[in-house]
């Protein structure tokens, strides 16, 4: 059973930093492509990063570009998201996203449950 485990969600002020981790289990994690998407209130969820099997690339949503990185360390199964210089419009859950197909942008099957991440202005 695929189990993705979403953590380090907090509150933060404006232009402050915060790390996201995903801890995969049940799954040969190596093979997906992992990526992080986020919910705010009352709106659809959205792509906010991907980094491929190796991790030599990845892709970003235009608003985090140069504040936000996707790593992976496939030794331990683990997914990060380090954000820095948060705005409040970066308000959201974050969720952990595992995607065998491996196409940019676009959600595989597997979710965590979410992080929240609460910016304050």
């Known amino acids: 059973q695929v189990q993705l485990v979403e953590s380090g969600g907090g509150l933060v002020q404006t232009g402050g930093s915060l790390r996201l981790s995903c801890a995969a289990s049940?799954?040969?994690?190596?093979?997906?492509?992992m990526g992080w998407f986020r919910q705010a209130t009352g709106k659809e969820r959205e792509f906010v990063a991907k980094?491929?099997?190796?991790?030599?690339?990845?892709w970003y949503l235009d608003a985090v570009k140069g504040r936000f990185t996707i790593s992976r360390d496939n030794a331990k199964n683990m997914v990060y998201l380090q954000m820095n210089g948060l705005k409040p419009k970066d308000t959201a859950v974050y969720y952990c996203?595992?995607?065998?197909?491996?196409?940019?942008?676009?959600?595989?099957?597997?979710w965590g449950q979410g992080t929240q991440v609460t910016v304050s202005s």
């Open positions: 996203n595992a995607d065998l197909d491996g196409t940019a942008y676009v959600p595989g099957d597997y």
């Open positions: 049940g799954l040969t994690f190596s093979w997906y492509a």
């Open positions: 980094i491929n099997r190796s991790g030599r690339s990845s």
